[in-house]
Structure formats: C-alpha cells, structure tokens
C-alpha cells in the first residue's frame, strides 16, 4: 500500500504563486510515474501534471502550460508543483496521483493511489 500526503495548499492572490508538495511512504516504487489532478467545485476530476520516472520528461494540461511545473526528488520520494501567474480558475482542491499510466501518445490515466487533497484558493 501507498500513502500519499499532500501540503502547500492555501489562499493567493491572481498572479501569485504556491507550491505544492507530496510526500509518498508505504510500500513504494521509486519507478512509479506520478501526476497532480485537481476538482473544482461541481465539475469533474482533470489532469493538471505529469512526470514520468525517474524525472526526464513532464506532462502538462493546456490550461497549465508555461505557468506550472511538475517536478521530482527520488531520493525524497516527493512531487512538487510549482505554480506561477496563479488564476481565479485555478482554484480547485489538488490531488496527488501515484502509479499513473502514461500511453505511447502520451495520453495520461491516473494511477490507483491518491492523496487526501489540498484546497487552492486564488482570489481575484
């Protein structure tokens, strides 16, 4: 079993930034893909991150793009996401994904582990 812990979470003004953080334990692998999802009150669970192992190459969703970055430290077993130019659309609660599948076109599917999620508030 995996447990995931998200933090980092909390309230920012539009354009300012936050970093998130998820910390893995348990029975790990360090090879596990690993991705951030986030849920906005009334709509569905989106893809936001991705980061292949052992860190060579990042996913991200349009919406995202130039102003979010997925990164890793193995050693730590920790994602973190850095998100820059934060918007009032970005707020959502942001889970922590372990173990997701990346397909040869790069179509990303959430893996069977999640974190409990950390609530992103951007004020406009």
């Known amino acids: 079993q995996v447990q995931l812990e998200e933090s980092g979470g909390g309230l920012v003004q539009a354009g300012g930034s936050l970093r998130l953080s998820c910390a893995a334990s348990g029975r790990t692998s360090a090879t596990y893909h690993m991705g951030w999802f986030r849920q906005a009150p009334g709509k569905e669970r989106e893809f936001v991150a991705a980061?292949?192992?052992?860190?060579?190459?990042?996913y991200y969703a349009d919406s995202v793009k130039g102003r979010f970055t997925i990164s890793r430290d193995n050693a730590k077993r920790t994602v973190y996401l850095q998100m820059n130019s934060l918007k009032a659309e970005d707020t959502a609660v942001y889970y922590c994904?372990?173990?997701?599948?990346?397909?040869?076109?790069?179509?990303?599917?959430?893996?069977?582990?999640w974190g409990q999620g950390t609530q992103v508030t951007v004020s406009s």
């Open positions: 980061i292949r192992w052992p860190g060579l190459r990042a």
């Open positions: 994904n372990a173990d997701l599948t990346i397909s040869t076109n790069s179509q990303i599917s959430p893996g069977h582990y």
